[in-house]
């Protein structure tokens, strides 16, 4: 069985990458600014290239284990991904981030490392409830960082930006 990234997290992300650069080559030819378009048009590429490659997470759950996986071009350069065996897990550790959001690790017997347990993939009820009946930890208490709704405000603020991005970019070429 395998996770992918939540689509509405992978479209609205990837979207407001678009909608913060995309008018920045048309703003440098305007303003004679030091960096060239053609720079910043290849800078863009290069960075939609590696936040797809970041969004294109997978979590694959089988009989023996975890696995967290990206890409093969993407683990040759940035994030190898990892593997939990089942029998390896001893318990889930809940934090909090700097923001006030939980996030949960599992803390191995060893307890030489913690892995971020994903939870930004479609299924994450799913998810967690396999890992409940995988490994015996309690997961009731265990809940996305972030709600749908929190992704379609931002998605909704991003699509506003996008407009205004157009008039930007009409206005840049107009002059």
Request: net charge positive.
């Amino acid at each position: 069985m395998y996770f992918n990234l939540s689509p509405l997290i992978r479209i609205t992300l990837l979207t407001l990458y678009i909608a913060l650069t995309l008018p920045l080559p048309f703003l440098s030819k305007v303003t004679d600014a030091p960096v060239p378009p053609l720079v910043l048009w290849v800078g863009i590429a290069i960075g939609f290239m590696i936040l797809y490659g970041a969004m294109s997470e997978r979590v694959i759950l089988d009989e023996t284990g975890i696995k967290v996986t990206y890409p093969a071009w993407f683990r040759f350069i940035f994030r190898k991904g990892w593997s939990l065996e089942w029998d390896d897990i001893k318990n889930l550790k809940m934090r909090t981030t700097g923001q006030g959001g939980v996030v949960y690790y599992f803390v191995t017997k060893a307890q030489d490392r913690a892995y971020l347990l994903p939870m930004r993939v479609a299924g994450f009820a799913k998810l967690v409830e396999q890992v409940e009946e995988k490994t015996g930890i309690d997961t009731r208490d265990v809940r996305p960082l972030a709600q749908p709704w929190m992704y379609f405000i931002l998605l909704g603020f991003t699509l506003l930006l996008l407009l205004v991005d157009g008039w930007t970019i009409t206005t840049a070429i107009g002059l």
